[in-house]
């Protein structure tokens, strides 16, 4: 099956600071979307992205769909960007199914 | 708030209880999956139903039973589970075309399952 990686596993930042985070896939998919899950639990849609770059606020995906890897930039980041990010990426015939990635916690410090 | 709600969010129970795990999408989409994600460990994709019907089952055992009786609501039945079962169980939709059309995942806050 397709193999979702992600990179870095943890991260810490002051606040203010930039980062990019990796996203890896194995095979042709047919879409990819970020997500971000706050520390309660809930998932909220960041990007979907299977292809190109799409800007929104501090956030930016790019994904290169050839070369099989997307990036999420966050910048100038603030306590609230704390969570775990993941990207899924989708497969499937007339429903879109996703295999998520193994996440990347990122903890921002005031 | 996504549009997609679940009920409840908390859940303890023993291993020879039943109940039932309940979602709603407010969006008008025709997909819903189950997701499961245990601790350390990406999300996993449990079941999918596509105008009610069920279109993927991810290996699932038997104790989890999925029912979709309109586009908006979908339930998961619990009965007989195992420790190794406690996770958080999370919801989400989308809107399908049947020509191939995609469209993003909105996820509900899940459901926090505790197996004792």
């Known amino acids: 099956g397709i193999q979702v990686e992600q990179s870095p596993p943890d991260l810490i930042l002051q606040e203010g600071a930039n980062s990019t985070l990796r996203c890896n896939f194995s095979d042709s998919v047919n879409n990819l979307q970020w997500f971000h899950q706050n520390p309660w639990g809930q998932l909220i849609n960041l990007f979907y992205?299977?292809?190109g770059t799409k800007q929104n606020g501090r956030l930016s995906a790019t994904t290169v769909a050839t070369e099989r890897y997307s990036l999420l930039y966050i910048s100038s980041s603030q306590t609230t960007d704390s969570g775990v990010y993941f990207c899924?990426?989708?497969?499937?015939?007339?429903?879109?199914?996703?295999?998520f990635g193994t996440g990347t916690l990122l903890a921002v410090q005031p | 708030e996504t549009g997609v709600t679940q009920t409840p969010r908390h859940l303890v129970m023993g291993m020879t209880n039943k109940k039932s795990l309940k979602c709603e999408q407010h969006?008008?989409?025709?997909?819903m999956y189950w997701y499961k994600q245990s601790a350390k460990k990406p999300l996993e994709l449990m079941f999918v139903?596509?105008?009610?019907?069920?279109?993927e089952n991810n290996s699932v055992p038997s104790r989890f039973s999925p029912e979709c009786p309109n586009s908006s609501h979908l339930f998961l039945h619990l009965h007989t589970l195992q420790p190794e079962d406690s996770a958080l169980y999370l919801c989400a939709s989308s809107q399908e075309g049947s020509g191939g059309a995609r469209d993003t995942q909105y996820f509900g806050p899940g459901t926090r399952l505790t197996v004792l």
């Open positions: 899924a990426v989708g497969y499937g015939g007339a429903t879109n199914k996703l295999i």
């Open positions: 969006l008008g989409h025709n997909a």
């Open positions: 139903y596509n105008f009610k019907e069920q279109t």
């Open positions: 992205i299977p292809s």
